[in-house]
């Protein structure tokens, strides 16, 4: 055409002087799956073909918004809600212009979620969970999204057909509450907007308090510890020391009872035998009995030979004769204080060796408090 006029309102009338061009008419692939659609509508489905540009616009039964040509191939288009007392499947009319398709759709049940009980509080480091059924009956893992108050959004992690898992913000989100550190969580699916319930964010401050009640109970135990460690140390130590002080003590009964009495006596290094004493000993102590000795007497008797010849010719072994008798006596007196005084050192060494008994440490012979003692003696 190279001419066009346009009557508005039978008033106005516009003439189109340049060319005006008929296109041909889109063409359709149908594919034989049948979309899938909520009950309520707002679900995608596409309609592939040929042509789709040369279309003004392209809408669909009971659906207010055109549908979306990214390409002159495909058309996006929303699903209308489900009529009343109809089928599960039902036949819908899609409009390019002048020309109209019929597209069946089947409606699913819609995704159900379940609402928090109460305020969920919310630590800034874990996860919240959303639980429900259907969640991917016809909605895509793309087609969810979740809204944390008024600008903020749950990261989704994870999502099955009864449980999403997301990571809210780390910081409080914008709220319309008259708490701000309570927001609200909200589902959105193909069109479908659902509230599950709020979450509150826990204040640095409360976490900052736990933090410091738990450093001071570890502290208070840890101080408890130490406490209970040093006393039993202590008292350790003070059994240590009275036990040392108490074997000090009996070491020096025995050391001063040697010294009183029992210093003539030797024991051995390595078997604590006994050993009689040195006869030089007794030599060293009695000075007096070493002059009644059968030594001395035999010097008395030699001197007496010295005199034989100033003695009278009728007796000349008087004198002889009485220093013999007298050297006799000596020797019995003799005899028997060294019985007596065997006997008295058996009896001491008796009672040295039952006080002595359970001591780990034996007078050694090269003891030097035992051989000044038996110097002394």
Known sequence: MTQLEVVIDELT??????????????TFNLSTK???????????????????????????ERVDKPCDVPDDTFAVCKTPPRLQNQPTNQTIDVHFDGITIQV????????????FQAVLEYDKESTI???GRHILSIALREDYHIDIGLDGTCLIVDISMDLITCVPPKSVPMTNNTDVLIVHVIV?????HIYIGDIKYTTETNALAIVVWILGAGLVGFVIICLSAVTILRRQTKAANEFKIEIKAKKEIVQRYGREGVATYKWSEDENEYTEPDESIYDEVNIEEENNTRENSYLDVHEGYDELGQRSPPNPYNQL???RNENQRQDMTYNETNEDDELQCNIQRHDYLILYNGYEEPISRNDPDSQLQVERF
């Open 13 to 26: 009338m516009l003439t189109l002087n340049a060319p005006f061009q008929y296109l041909p008419d889109p």
């Open 321 to 323: 004769q009485q220093a």
């Open 34 to 60: 049948v979309p899938k659609s909520l009950q309520s509508g707002g679900a995608i489905f596409t309609i592939y073909g040929k042509g789709f540009n040369n279309v003004w616009e392209i809408t669909v």
């Open 104 to 115: 069946t759709l089947e409606y699913v049940n819609e995704p159900d979620f379940q609402k």
């Open 188 to 192: 959105n699916v193909i069109g479908k």
């Open 129 to 131: 969970r959303i639980q």
